[in-house]
Each structure stands twice: as structure tokens, then as C-alpha cells.
């Protein structure tokens, strides 16, 4: 079990070493998000806060399916003879 999540981990910390920076989401978020930095206006904040708020769902979600599973297999197991 150690070995496993130690794996698990290690896997994670290497592909978030090795993630590219992104510039943006597509080239007309883009452009508006460099337009509002420029001109002071508050969009950029709102696309800002959209990408964060749709990048929470899959976190949460994960991170509830590794809760549910150190739960079950964290149960002492009983042998039950015949």
C-alpha cells in the first residue's frame, strides 16, 4: 500500500514538474484578457475567476473519489472461515 501511493505521488509531482505554462484558453479569451490588463478594465478578473470556478469541479470530484477509496481499503479486513 505504501509502495502504491508512494508511486501514485511521485507520478503526480513529476507531470507537475513537467506542465507547460499556457498563455490562454483560446485567441479571443486571449486577446480580451490582454486588452483588460491593458486598459484597466475588470474582465480579465472575471475570466479569471470562471476558469477557476470550472477548474474546482475535477479537483473536488478526485479528491472525494480518494477519500471514498482510503476509507474502504483503511477498514481492517476480518478472514471469515467457512
Known amino acids: ?22 498563455t490562454a484558453q483560446c485567441a479571443m479569451c486571449s486577446i480580451n484578457a490582454d486588452q483588460g490588463i491593458e486598459n484597466g478594465n475588470t474582465q480579465t478578473k472575471g475570466i479569471n ?12 470530484l478526485m479528491g472525494g ?3 471514498l477509496w482510503y476509507r474502504k481499503y483503511k477498514e481492517p479486513r476480518t478472514s471469515n472461515p467457512l
Not at 500500500?1 to 507547460?20: D, E, H, R
Not at 475567476?49 to 473536488?60: C, D, E, K, M
Open 49 to 60: 475567476a470562471g476558469v477557476l470556478s470550472l477548474l474546482a469541479a475535477p479537483f473536488l
Open 1 to 22: 500500500m505504501k509502495k502504491a501511493l508512494l508511486l501514485i505521488l511521485l507520478v503526480f509531482s513529476l507531470t507537475a514538474v513537467n506542465i507547460p505554462v499556457s
Open 65 to 67: 473519489i480518494g477519500i
